[in-house]
C-alpha cells in the first residue's frame, strides 16, 4: 500500500489549508485512516482518524473544533481541513492506515504516507 498524503504548504496564523491523503490500489475505504503530526523535537502526535465503517471521527485533544477529517470514497481519498491554524500546529503531517480499535495509537497503524509539511507563519 502506498499512501500519497499533499496539501501542505506555509500559510499564516488562522488560515486554513487542506491536507489529503490517497492511495492508487484503493485499500485506504477499508481501513481506519489517521492523522499525526510530527513537529521537530517532538514525539509523533494523533490528530484525527476516520472509521472505515461508519465514517465516525475521532479528534485529537488539541484540535479543539478547527479541523474536520472526512472521506471521499468514490475518490479513495481522506481529508483534513484546518482551519484556524496556530504555529503550534507546525509540523510533518502523516497519514496511515490502521484496522485496530486503537485509533490514537501511532504503532498500531500498518501503513503510512511520506507526510506533507505544514508551516504556520505568526
Known amino acids: 500500500v502506498q499512501l500519497q498524503a499533499s496539501g501542505g504548504g506555509l500559510v499564516q496564523a488562522g488560515r486554513s489549508l487542506k491536507l489529503s491523503c490517497a492511495d492508487s490500489?484503493?485499500?485506504?475505504?477499508?481501513?481506519?485512516v489517521g492523522w499525526f503530526r510530527q513537529a521537530p523535537a517532538k514525539e509523533r502526535e494523533f490528530v484525527a482518524a476516520?472509521?472505515?465503517?461508519?465514517?465516525?471521527?475521532y479528534y485529537g485533544e488539541f484540535v479543539k473544533g478547527r479541523f474536520t477529517i472526512s472521506r471521499d470514497t468514490a475518490k479513495n481519498a481522506v481529508y483534513l481541513q484546518m482551519s484556524a491554524l496556530k504555529p503550534e500546529d507546525t509540523a510533518t503531517y502523516y497519514c496511515?492506515?490502521?484496522?485496530?480499535?486503537?485509533?490514537?495509537?501511532?504503532?498500531?497503524?500498518?501503513?503510512w504516507g511520506q507526510g506533507t509539511q505544514v508551516t504556520v507563519s505568526s
Open positions: 476516520i472509521k472505515a465503517s461508519n465514517s465516525f471521527a
Open positions: 490500489e484503493r485499500t485506504l475505504r477499508s481501513y481506519t
Open positions: 496511515a492506515l490502521t484496522r485496530n480499535i486503537y485509533y490514537s495509537r501511532a504503532d498500531l497503524y500498518n501503513y
